[in-house]
């Protein structure tokens, strides 16, 4: 089953009851709506709609989750989806944006309680007594936009989420309230975002006029006083929740937190048009069936609200009208209220809150039967309050104002005045707020009972900068209150003037968090970086590196070749050991044994530079080390290296070095493990630190290194690693004799190479048969030509040698 035939579905559902636990009750049905007239007259609302239960299958989707089903479920015409969230500012505050009309809205909350300084929460038990719980906390707020002062908002969060409403600037009313619960696949922070507009209002007219009005007031238990003369009044208000309504939220705290959010947004609308507030004094929850409403008739509970209240049943609770929130399905009419009744014994008003989908339909219908209580009867006047069928629009027409306020002024000796509460100037905005929410907001409280009819508001204003990144152009103290920093009266805003600083990793210890530069307090790793990959506790080690030094350095009849070897590292980075372990042993090798020089040693610690003179190949003894060269510490200050654990014997007689159990190692404080500049054996600029000059036999030889090594990154944060590689000699040339290899000499530019056969300029002459590179064709270069025939060169290379010799 579903809506009539000629129906469509969004036109005639209420829609989905918002409570998030407990039996959902039943959708309004469609029957004629009916009114009552007893001593007082008795208004009611009500829709006309033919929708069974089965709609709501419709309106809550079994599976998926679209925009569709979420404005089914409020029964709203359109409507978007935001996930939103509450961010806490300062001790009791929140901050909230949204989206409405494609733009970014930023409101400030601050508490705002709706319950009055004696309120109490009682609770009916199973035997019938009201108990008195504690109260919850403040959970009713008020919020601003510092760009736009002139909006107000009002803040109400619940069991399932929080429920919205925005008035612009321009009196347009906009609500966010939750999905999760109501809408199947709605995540918890999805939220439903509408225009009053937005909102399907049901139908029926009501034909109530004037001629109902009781003009004469029965005797009331408040005296009536003078008419007042200005300023924001309060009536002492008390809600009974029925057993019904305490279902469908399924806890006290639950239907407390309902009643404070639904009061409190319709008190926004009573103090801006009408000057007047409600103070909850006391909300009673029956969480039992047997509570003092047994019918499902409108008028029935009305008459038991009222027989309740009046019995001396809730003694000590003193109230100028009372509503009940019932959660039975009361038919057509929704809700009902008697006339021009605050402060007579008549004070009553019934509504089933929760009859329409929307939160902002429950706002509404609240506003209209106490605004019959306030006088107001009905109006033609489809997109305001007071009309006949529930409107959902939340405002009243000015005929209603009056009747409202004249009512108002006529007990004025009822009400009293709610604490320091008058016009709060916002900039050059204005609203009525207590004095603490005035100030709270940054706003300049214009005294005690004041009217911003009365008042003009003028405050010098400047830029802004929020804590989003935006700029607005307001005045210095709204600017503090929501901790932004202002730049000063008439300074105007720039696109680029609030741009946040950029963020990137920040390093203290091992630690890593993302932070501006400023609040870093160890060592910022640059703008955008990030903490992915661990930058604080990783090191930029790439392994073993080698340079080749040069080749028969020595003079030893057979042909040798020698090697720095070096742990790359980068900038800033030091290694502390070169080891072996059971994991990692430690392996030094050559395939053709190493050079060893007897006045030398196994580390740099045992080649002693002063011996240089004496003994020139002393200089390439193959010795392992960290940093230094020898025992001197070149090119640093001094040489530290300690060695344990490792056998040297073999090394020392021109074998390989073989450790599980040793290490070569020097302490953090000592410079020698701090990385350097090099250039690497194929040509690469880098950081690395010396850790083995090794002279190798045989040009075709391979040198073996691996080990684990340890070290401290840029931040002082240890790290190990390990690696091994092999080296070869392959065709290193350095025919310039500069140190550094022909190829790395063409790659940097430093030499020629024309022809681009590998050989530097410089090192070419036009003999071509100059096999040695002296420059000249002699006997050398015969005698290396016939070395190499008939493999290398046969009798034509040979007679062409011949021909050219004696060339220089």
Not at 100 to 120: C, K, M, S, W
Not at 505 to 532: F, I, K, L, Q, R
């Amino acid at each position: 089953m579903g809506c009539t035939e000629g129906c469509g579905l969004l036109a005639c559902c209420p829609g989905a009851v918002p409570a998030p636990v407990g039996p959902q009750p039943a959708l309004i049905r469609g029957v004629q709506m009916s009114y009552f007239q007893r001593s007082f007259t008795r208004l009611a609302i009500g829709v006309a709609a033919t929708c069974s239960l089965s709609t709501l299958a419709l309106a809550v989707p079994a599976g998926g989750f679209n925009i569709n089903a979420a404005c089914e479920a409020l029964s709203l015409e359109f409507c978007t989806i935001q996930h939103l969230e509450l961010l806490p500012v300062g001790e009791d505050g929140y901050e909230l944006t949204l989206i409405i009309e494609g733009q970014a809205r930023r409101l400030t909350f601050t508490p705002h309680d709706v319950r009055g300084e004696n309120y109490v929460l009682l609770v009916q038990e199973a035997d019938g007594s009201l108990v008195e719980y504690p109260p919850g906390p403040v959970n009713t707020y008020r919020g601003t936009e510092v760009s736009h002062p002139m909006v107000r908002s009002a803040l109400g969060i619940e069991e399932d989420g929080f429920r919205l409403r925005l008035i612009d600037e321009d009196e347009r009313q906009w609500f966010a309230e939750p999905l999760d619960g109501r809408v199947a696949g709605a995540d918890i922070d999805a939220y439903a975002v509408y225009e009053d507009s937005a909102i399907i209002s049901p139908l029926n007219e009501c034909p109530v006029d004037e001629g109902w009005r009781m003009t004469d007031l029965p005797s009331s238990h408040r005296s009536h006083g003078e008419q007042r003369s200005g300023g924001l009044l309060a009536a002492e208000m008390a809600v009974d929740a029925d057993y019904e309504f305490f279902q469908q939220y399924g806890t006290i705290s639950g239907v407390e937190n309902r009643v404070n959010a639904v009061i409190n947004s319709v008190n926004t609308q009573y103090e801006t048009q009408c000057s007047l507030t409600h103070e909850i004094q006391a909300i009673v929850v029956r969480s039992t069936s047997d509570d003092p409403y047994s019918t499902n008739s409108i008028e029935t509970r009305l008459d038991q609200l009222q027989a309740d209240w009046n019995s001396g049943n809730h003694p000590g609770i003193t109230r100028d009208i009372v509503h009940l929130f019932t959660g039975v399905d009361t038919g057509s009419t929704i809700g009902l209220a008697y006339l021009a009744a605050v402060c007579s014994g008549y004070e009553y008003g019934v509504v089933q809150s929760n009859c329409c989908g929307s939160f902002g339909c429950a706002t509404d219908l609240s506003a209209h039967e106490m605004g019959h209580n306030w006088a107001a009867n009905h109006c033609t006047c489809p997109s305001y309050t007071m009309h006949p069928s529930l409107t959902c629009s939340n405002q009243f027409t000015s005929e209603s104002i009056t009747s409202i306020t004249n009512y108002a002024n006529s007990i004025s000796g009822c009400l009293h005045v709610p604490g320091p509460h008058g016009a709060c100037c916002i900039g050059s905005g204005c609203q009525q707020l207590a004095e603490g929410e005035c100030t709270g907001i940054g706003g300049v409280f214009q005294g005690d009972g004041t009217l911003c009819a009365d008042v003009v508001c003028e405050a010098a204003t400047g830029a802004c900068c929020l804590a989003s990144g935006s700029c607005a152009t307001v005045t210095e103290s709204q600017c503090n209150a929501v901790g932004g920093t202002y730049y000063g009266d008439n300074y105007p805003c720039d696109p680029e003037l609030c741009l946040p600083d950029p963020t990137g990793a920040c390093c203290y210890g091992s630690n890593c968090s993302v932070t501006e530069e400023v609040d870093c307090p160890g060592v910022w790793m640059g703008a955008d970086t990030t903490c992915d990959d661990d930058p604080c506790t990783s090191t930029q080690f790439s392994g073993i590196s080698y340079q080749v030094v040069g080749v028969n350095l020595v003079d030893d009849p057979q042909d040798t070749w020698t090697v720095d070897v070096f742990a790359m590292v980068g900038e800033g980075e030091r290694l502390d050991a070169v080891a072996g372990n059971n994991t990692q042993p430690k392996t030094v090798y050559s395939t053709e044994g190493f050079y060893q020089n007897g006045y030398g040693g196994p580390t740099s610690q045992d080649v002693n530079p002063a011996l240089y003179a004496l003994v020139p190949d002393l200089r390439w003894d193959s010795r392992v080390t960290i940093g230094a060269l020898d025992s001197s510490g070149d090119p640093f200050p001094e040489n530290a290296l300690n060695d344990i654990g490792i056998d040297f014997t073999n090394f020392e007689n021109g074998g390989a070095i073989s450790a599980d159990n040793g290490t070569w190692f020097v302490v953090a404080t000592d410079t020698q493990g701090e990385a350097q500049s090099i250039v690497t054996g194929d040509c690469q600029d880098g950081h690395g630190v010396l850790i083995a000059r090794l002279t190798a036999y045989g040009s075709s030889s391979e040198v073996g290194f691996e080990a684990l090594f340890q070290g401290r990154n840029a931040l002082g944060v240890t790290w190990q690693a390990t690696d091994g590689t092999i080296v070869s000699l392959g065709d290193w040339a350095d025919c310039n004799e500069n140190g550094t290899a022909d190829a790395c000499d063409i790659a940097s530019g430093d030499s020629q190479d024309a022809n681009e056969n590998g050989i530097p300029d410089e090192c070419e002459t036009n003999c071509q048969w100059d096999l040695n590179g002296d420059g000249q064709t002699t006997v050398d270069d015969l005698l290396l030509l016939i070395g190499g025939y008939p493999d290398t060169y046969d009798v034509d290379d040979l007679l062409a040698l011949l021909a050219e010799f004696g060339c220089e």
